[in-house]
Each structure stands twice: as C-alpha cells, then as structure tokens.
C-alpha cells in the first residue's frame, strides 16, 4: 500500500502563487503515476496534474500554463506549483498514487483559498 501526506495549501489572493507538497510513503515501487486533484466547493474532484515514472506530465485545460507538477524521487516527494491563482481554483487538493491503473491513496489533501 501507499500512504500520501499533503502540505502547502493556504489563503492567498488572486494572481498569487502557493506550492504544494505531497510526501510519499510505503509500497513506493508499485506507482506509476502520480497526481494532483482538486475539489472545489460542492463539486465532484477532479484530476488537474499528473506526473508518470517516464517524467511525462499531464495537466487539465484549467490549469496549463499555470500549475506545474514535479517531483524530487530523492525526497519520496511531489510538488505542485500553483501560479496566477483565480478564485475558482478554491478547493480541497489531493495528493494520490496510481497503482494497477487505480488512483486509490488518497490523503487528508490540503485546502487552498484564492481570495479576489
């Protein structure tokens, strides 16, 4: 199994930035991909980044150009950097391991607040 700890939300205004933090523990071997999915206010989560073991990356139309994923293997550790914030970027952010084709370690996530 995978177990994964999310840190770095925050309050932040409109155009800021923040980066998140994902620590990685357990069955690390197994994981494929990992990704980033947000949960806005009464919405159902959805999947924003993803980073693969080959270093593709993936990002939802929502956030291109905006947020980057990476990941430091050293650190068992995945960033998300969140640039030119907007307000509908507000939500619950999780952390999550793809093993066998399933994302099913979900953490506790992390809230961000993008104030206007």
């Known amino acids: 199994q995978v177990q994964v700890v999310e840190s770095g939300g925050g309050l932040v205004q409109a155009g800021g930035s923040l980066r998140l933090s994902c620590v990685v523990s357990?069955?690390?071997?197994?994981?494929?991909?990992m990704g980033w999915f947000h949960q806005a206010p009464g919405k159902q989560r959805e999947l924003v980044a993803a980073?693969?073991?080959?270093?593709?990356?993936n990002y939802a139309d929502s956030v291109k150009g905006r947020f980057t994923i990476s990941r430091d293997n050293a650190k068992n550790t995945v960033y998300l950097q969140m640039n030119s914030l907007k307000p509908e970027d507000t939500g619950v952010y999780y952390c999550?391991?793809?093993?066998?084709?399933?994302?099913?370690?979900w953490g506790q996530g992390t809230q961000v607040t993008v104030s206007s």
């Open positions: 980073i693969a073991n080959t270093g593709t990356r």
């Open positions: 999550n391991a793809r093993v066998t084709g399933t994302f099913s370690s």
């Open positions: 357990g069955e690390i071997f197994s994981i494929d991909v």
